[in-house]
């Protein structure tokens, strides 16, 4: 998503800028756990996006998100 965590909630941008746990396009509670470092959009119609922290891999479903 353009986005990982090395563990313990540092996540970072893949420019290596940090990324706030208190990020406002988190679903919320998330994310809630120190040892995943992948992320997953949730979009759904007329709804804003959020993001949450999910298993690398989950579902066989990798995707990124770029800046056009």
């Known amino acids: 998503m353009g986005a990982k965590s ?3 909630y540092n996540w970072t941008w893949q420019t290596g800028d940090p990324l706030s746990t208190s990020w406002a396009y988190w679903e919320p509670g998330q ?3 120190a040892d995943i ?3 997953r959009a949730i ?3 007329g709804v804003p996006v959020t993001f949450l922290d999910q298993v690398c891999g989950n579902r066989g479903l ?4 770029c800046d056009a």
């Open 62 to 65: 990798n995707c990124f998100l």
């Open 31 to 33: 994310p809630d756990s």
């Open 37 to 39: 470092v992948c992320m």
């Open 43 to 45: 979009i759904m119609p």
């Open 6 to 8: 090395s563990g313990n």
